[in-house]
């Protein structure tokens, strides 16, 4: 089982995720586990890189799994120059106590090389369960 906690760092760039159980957004009689993450991502190249879109597999502990891609996140595509890091939040809702996540940014430098970054696996864990 993986840990609430991953990080990885692909081409330069360090992502770091912690995720977090909400019983308060959760109903668990309706099959409703709340679960929020917190993301950084740095850029430790010498260049500036732009996030550009992202790839997430998500898999509860019955076996379903989701894939989600889309433009940017929470609504952004940010720029990181040199050193710099961005961080958000963002949500997911499974029908089950457990699951996990990973996936990718698709990334692009400054002369417009694109390149992918991974995101590493991460637990989503209700903490009121045997695992």
């Known amino acids: 089982m993986y840990s609430t906690t991953s990080a990885a760092v692909t081409s330069s760039v360090h992502v770091q995720v912690e995720s977090r159980y909400h019983a308060d957004y959760s109903a668990p009689a309706r099959?409703?586990?709340?679960?929020?993450?917190?993301i950084r991502i740095t850029n430790h190249r010498s260049e500036q890189v732009q996030l550009i879109s992202r790839h997430w597999i998500i898999?509860?502990?019955?076996?379903?799994?989701?894939?989600?891609?889309?433009?940017?996140?929470v609504g952004k595509q940010p720029l990181l120059k040199p050193g710099q890091s961005f961080q958000y939040s963002s949500f997911v809702t499974l029908a089950a106590p457990n699951g996990a996540m990973r996936g990718t940014y698709q990334m692009i430098t400054e002369d417009g090389t694109p390149f992918e970054i991974e995101i590493a696996p991460f637990a989503l864990r209700e903490p009121y369960t045997i695992h």
């Open 31 to 38: 099959k409703e586990w709340f679960f929020s993450y917190t």
């Open 59 to 73: 898999t509860d502990e019955t076996g379903y799994v989701e894939e989600v891609r889309g433009p940017g996140v």
